[in-house]
């Protein structure tokens, strides 16, 4: 080997050889550059990939009114250029973003002689592909109405008896259309976006007809056009959701200005426009949580590359100066490192992708296409490449710029810090920057205001962790020198050489110590949000649920009969609690708001969430009246009620024609039960055993053609159950017109009786319905407790008190919401209304969810939604976020052990000659092992309790916030608990002290063989 002009002649076999007496620190400079590529890689995918995948398990799982807009009007005078100018319309307000459009003529309702309605649906190729005959055909496209045919799906064939060859009339406008059954069909999917508001019994229909167009147009009143929009679920992103929203926003306005497209005002159903904003918001939530660990990692990443680079140089010092004594220039040294660590980097970061790539496709699929796919593929690899080549290059140009062996500052121990107190007071600034950023942007996301990632805000805790850990170095020094002073004091070189050797060592242990900061900080901070996440979820979402399964039967109106229960009360027959529910909109002075109803007796057992969120124990023992729903208790297998009606009049006839029973459920759900009474005006009622077994309330239709002095009497009563007082007239049931008036228990009278008129008897009480109102309803109307409300709503007019004032109410995600008793509300609507409204819903909650859930969709029937609260909605974006932060965990907790490791390295031989001096002045192999490892430990014990105070920092600084941004399905009035994830907390405690013991096993066991080794000199070596 020869210099020449400060290079080298055929250098490459002496490179090749210094690289392979090195082969050991680069094989594990090599894999921890594989570590950090494959957590990188894995981390970006998630951010970039997850919400691609989400979106379209949601747009694939969540129910068709949940994700599509349904828009309808009336149909032009020519359908197909009505249908084109919408489409087109359509394709203007959606740029890019792919739809499913499904569209269906029909004619809404149609009356049919003898009782019932249908919805007609106009024949046609798509129509036909979306539902499967069970038998006959379909009806012919030419049918005129003079011989029409009609393919009737089985609802309506059960509901009117109807078979092939069986005619039905349809009340026309103008005159009744006589229809032939040709076919019997059922829908392929009918929980599909096509069927959208045309299902069947849609607007209290018996179900559906499909005839052809002649036919719509002369049985019904006008004929109207549906079109469905369904984001296609196979081919939309997230990056188009901005777009989709724009557009399902303003999609209506503009069909409705479009002359061509529409024949009338569109009309428009269905949530796709929220779904979407919550999926927005979702997109925004995942990528404010995934730069926190990636950020963590990433320092962690340049401190551990860094501490390697510098164990490779100090191991190849004295052939550096003796390199750079024959000329090799610094430039020349530079470039060798750099091309010597990029050959082991590359490597490194090749194995890491193909692997994290791996782990990615079976979690989110493959990259997307163009830019965004190349930036997530390659990225995070040349990220790790340039970190890795950077760290080696300058390690090693500051190792060689001094040709003595002359140590730093530090290094001599002289100096006490191993970073200054400018620096961390420069950190904790910005952090506090960051932090302030991070507040503004999680306020206006949460509210909806936000415009996208605030990448200073999204930061904020991982600048906060970092600030936490350069102030712990920078406190490292002083605290070292304070218990090197104190172990002084005491007696032996066994205790005070370790506490004297680390204040005399910080720079060999900063390293290790902020990695150890970095690492336990970021493994609280991941126990901490996943699980104040994982809570607020479970929490937020059993509220919003109403129960751990909920069934909406997409009925309503008021029940006929028996059949018209919900069977909540069957399913508590099962062992389960469970309640029926009503949930609508309503109005409470001039705000909109929501109206609940339900049983709120079993509110606690439904609905087992923190006092932070909702009083349900407080509720329970304030809504429900303490008289209950006043009626008579009938015994358990009582399988009929015997009543007597009976009449007298002075002159005239009247005559009892009906006599109808209203049974209510423990819950408070009363249905009707109706018979003729005989001659004598006797009327024996059977009971199904469905029905609950508590009589509240009795009416009696009389009919007369001009009697006067009228009296209706009802004997046999049960007596009611105390403190309710004998049966009397309920004088405002139908309305405060009727002519008759109390004349004792079970009886009334009128002066002049005409034609066909009802009277309702009741246990004598005076229900009150008190209520509970959500605190944002409370500020826009001023409400205070004790104050009395008129809540007007599908319910039915509702006079209640204000008996509580809550931020949230369960079983909606309103924040402006009512909650009454159902009992109460059925006592209050059986004295003001001729009928009660019939549950919407039911809420269950039981030990085993699976089971429950299939308990429940077999009680509420096949046409109701059950939905589970799993809060699967929020999992679907989430759950990659939450993965990541334990994965960023795990990663500073590798490089943290890699860092010790290597700090231990070059321990053990810088203070190679240290061992012979200690030796020779007496002290054994075995107390050099044990100081040796007493400086670790000190230093790991503190660094892990120093971390663990930073991370419950940064937990306590944006935890909450952080959870309450990633859960968009809460109501935002929400408090949010935090919490701590115990077991992932420990196993990953366990993990890191487990690593660390090895190393410092490892490190004794090293010390104690140089010590053994009484044939080293310092000088041959």
């Known amino acids: 080997m020869r210099a020449g002009d400060g290079q080298l002649g055929r250098v490459r076999p002496f490179w090749l050889l210094r690289s392979r007496a090195q082969r050991g620190t680069l094989v594990s400079t090599g894999l921890v550059v594989v570590v950090i590529a494959f957590l990188a890689s894995v981390m970006t995918g998630l951010a970039l990939r997850s919400p691609d995948t989400a979106v379209r398990a949601t747009l694939e799982h969540e129910p068709a009114a949940a994700t599509s807009l349904a828009l309808q009007a009336s149909q032009g005078s020519d359908p197909e250029v009505q249908d084109a100018a919408v489409r087109s319309v359509v394709a203007r307000q959606f740029p890019g973003v792919p739809l499913r459009i499904a569209q269906t003529t029909f004619v809404p309702t149609v009356a049919v002689a003898g009782g019932g309605s249908a919805t007609l649906l106009v024949a046609s190729d798509a129509l036909q592909e979306r539902a499967r005959l069970t038998s006959g055909r379909w009806p012919a496209s030419t049918s005129g ?70 036919l719509a147009s002369v049985a019904g009143d006008g004929t109207s056009v549906q079109w469905v929009l369904t984001p296609d679920a196979d081919r939309i992103t997230a990056a188009q959701l901005p777009r989709l929203e724009a557009g399902l926003a303003g999609v ?37 949580v995934i730069p926190i660990p990636l950020s963590v990692l990433a320092v962690c990443a340049v401190i551990a590359l860094a501490l390697l680079g510098r164990l490779l140089a ?36 090749i194995v890491g992708t193909a692997a994290a790539q791996l782990v990615l496709r079976s979690l989110t699929g493959g990259p997307s296409a163009g830019l965004p796919g190349a930036v997530d593929v390659l990225l995070p690899p040349l990220a790790a490449l340039v970190a890795a080549v950077a760290a080696a290059t300058l390690t090693t140009v500051l190792s060689a710029r001094s040709l003595t062996d002359a140590p730093g500052v530090v290094e001599a121990g002289r100096g006490r810090t191993a970073v200054s107190a400018g620096l961390a007071v420069l950190a904790i600034i910005a952090a506090a920057v960051a932090l302030w950023r991070f507040v503004v942007f999680s ?29 712990g170095l920078s406190l490292f020094g002083p605290a070292a020198g304070a218990v090197e002073r104190l172990a002084g004091r005491g007696r032996g070189v066994a205790g005070v050489l370790p506490a004297r050797q680390v204040g005399r060592g910080i720079a060999l242990f900063s390293g290790p110590v902020a990695l150890i900061v970095l690492t336990v900080g970021a493994l609280t901070f991941a126990a901490g949000y996943a699980g104040t996440f994982s809570g607020f979820l ?62 709120t007796s079993r509110l606690p057992a439904l609905v087992p969430v923190g006092g932070y969120l909702l009083g349900t124990g407080a509720l329970a023992d304030s809504l429900p009246d303490p008289v209950g729903l006043p009626g008579a208790d009938l015994p358990a297998d009582t399988r009929s009620v015997a009543l007597r009606a009976t009449t007298a009049s002075a002159t005239g006839a009247a005559t009892p024609t009906q006599v109808t029973v209203w049974m209510a459920t423990a819950a408070g759900e009363a249905v009707p039960l109706t018979a003729q009474p005989a001659a004598a005006g006797d009327t024996d009622i059977a009971l199904p055993d469905h029905v609950g077994r508590r009589l509240v309330a009795v009416d009696v239709t009389t009919e ?31 309305g405060a017109e009727t002519p008759f008036r109390a004349a004792g228990t079970g009886r009334a009278s009128a002066a002049l009786l005409e034609g066909r008129v009802t009277t309702r008897f009741l246990p004598d009480a005076e229900p009150t319905l008190r209520v509970a109102v959500t605190t944002a309803l409370a500020a826009d109307d001023s409400l205070r407790v004790g ?106 907790a590798l490089l943290a052990v890699a860092a010790v490791a290597a700090a231990i390295s070059s321990a053990l031989r810088r203070r190679r000659g240290e061992v012979i001096v200690l030796r020779a002045v007496g002290l054994s192999a075995k107390q050099q092992a044990w100081t040796r490892r007493a400086e670790v430990i000190g230093v790991s014990a503190a660094a892990v309790l120093f971390g663990l105070a930073g991370g419950v920092v940064v937990v306590l600084l944006v935890g909450n916030t952080l959870a309450r941004l990633s859960v968009v399905t809460a109501p935002s009035t929400l408090s949010v608990q935090g919490r701590v994830d115990p077991l992932g907390m420990g196993v990953g405690l366990l993990a890191l002290v487990a690593a660390l013991a090895v190393a410092v096993w490892a490190y004794g066991r090293s010390v104690r063989r140089q010590a053994h080794d009484t044939a080293y000199r310092e000088e041959t070596r």
């Open 145 to 214: 109405p003079a011989a029409g045919e009609a393919a009737v799906d089985t609802d309506f064939a059960r509901a009117h008896r109807l078979g092939l060859g069986d005619t039905a009339v349809l009340s026309g406008p103008d005159a009744p259309v006589t229809v032939t059954v040709v076919g019997i069909w059922r829908p392929v999917a009918p929980a599909s976006a096509a069927w959208l508001g045309l299902a069947s019994g849609a607007g209290g229909t018996d179900g559906r007809a499909i005839v052809s167009d002649a």
């Open 252 to 288: 209506a306005d503009a069909l409705s200005d479009d002359s061509t497209a529409a024949a009338s005002p569109f009309s428009s159903s269905g949530q796709a426009l929220a779904t979407t904003t919550a999926m927005e918001r979702s997109v925004v939530a995942v990528r404010a």
């Open 314 to 349: 100090d191991a190849r010092l004295v052939e550096t100066r003796l390199l750079r004594s024959r000329g090799v220039t610094l430039p020349w040294l530079a470039r060798s490192a750099a091309l010597e660590s990029g050959a082991v980097a590359l490597v490194a970061v």
């Open 443 to 471: 306020s206006s996301t949460a509210s909806g205001d936000g415009g996208g990632i605030d990448p200073a805000g999204v930061v904020a805790p991982a600048a906060v962790l970092c600030a936490i850990a350069l102030l």
């Open 538 to 599: 479970r929490d937020s979402t059993l509220l919003t649920t109403g129960g751990s399964v909920r069934a909406d039967l997409g009925v309503g109106g008021s029940p006929n009969d028996g059949g018209d229960l919900s069977g909540a009360d069957r399913l508590e027959k099962e062992g389960v609690t469970a309640s029926p529910a009503i949930v609508d909109d309503a109005t409470i002075g001039d705000t909109n708001a929501s109206v609940i109803v339900m049983d």
């Open 704 to 734: 007369s053609a001009g009697a006067t002095d009228v009296t209706v009497a009802v004997t046999g009563l049960p007596v009611a159950s105390k403190p309710a007082g004998a049966w009397s007239l309920a004088p405002t049931a139908f």
């Open 787 to 892: 104050q009395q409300i008129d809540v007007n709503s599908p319910v039915g007019g509702l006079t209640a008190t204000v008996d509580r004032i809550v931020p949230a109410l369960p079983g909606t995600t309103a924040e402006r919401a009512v909650l009454a008793d159902y009992s109460a509300v059925t006592a209050q609507l059986l004295r003001t209304t001729p009928s009660v409204t019939r549950a919407s819903s039911i809420w269950a909650t039981g030990p085993d969810t699976a089971a429950l859930e299939r308990s429940v969709a077999r009680v509420a029937g096949r046409d109701a939604v059950v939905t589970t609260a799993e809060g699967d909605f929020v999992s679907r974006f989430l759950s990659g976020a939450v993965l990541s932060t334990w994965l960023g965990a795990a990663g500073c």
